[in-house]
């Protein structure tokens, strides 16, 4: 795959173009990653006892289900989000990812994967917080991840 930069300062705003010879997985993951960046907010409302806080998402390590409620995971603190998680995946960008039922992950986020026979432990750089990735999910995981090295 060519990847090419033009900086035309005529140009009123950026464009992105995908030129290929035919549709493929893909081309087509990248577009939709593409259009789900473009779309996605820089910051989450999020509650804890009664305040609310307005949150970068590069702040978030992952978000899980617990008893029918979101919460959000930061290095150090939770707090309750007020979308379900169907709705989050939606709404995120390209460095979120389900990676379990009940969990959505921060792909630049992660320090480590301890992988094992039954399940993938995920672990996060100056936090004692973890995620376990389901066996369903691994293999996209490490799909996107290698994409991601590749791209940088």
């Known amino acids: 795959m060519k990847i090419r930069l033009e900086i035309d300062p005529n140009q009123k705003e950026p464009e992105i173009l995908i030129t290929a010879p035919k549709m493929n997985e893909k081309i087509e993951r990248l577009y939709k990653r593409l259009q789900a960046d473009e779309e ?12 609310s806080y307005y949150l970068n998402l590069n702040q978030i390590l992952f978000f899980e289900t617990d008893s029918k409620v979101v919460i959000a ?12 998680l169907y709705e989050l995946e939606q709404l995120l960008g390209s460095n979120f990812m389900r ?16 992988r094992s026979i039954s399940n993938c432990q995920i672990r996060f750089q100056n936090s004692y917080k973890t995620v376990y990735v389901s066996r369903h999910y691994y293999r996209d995981l490490r799909d996107r991840l290698e994409e991601r090295r590749q791209l940088s």
Do not use: G, R
């Open 73 to 84: 995971h930061t290095t150090t603190q939770a707090y309750q989000v007020k979308y379900k």
């Open 40 to 51: 996605s907010p820089e910051q989450l409302e999020v509650t804890k006892d009664d305040t």
């Open 99 to 114: 990676v379990a039922k009940s969990t959505i992950l921060n792909l630049d986020q992660i320090y480590s994967l301890t």
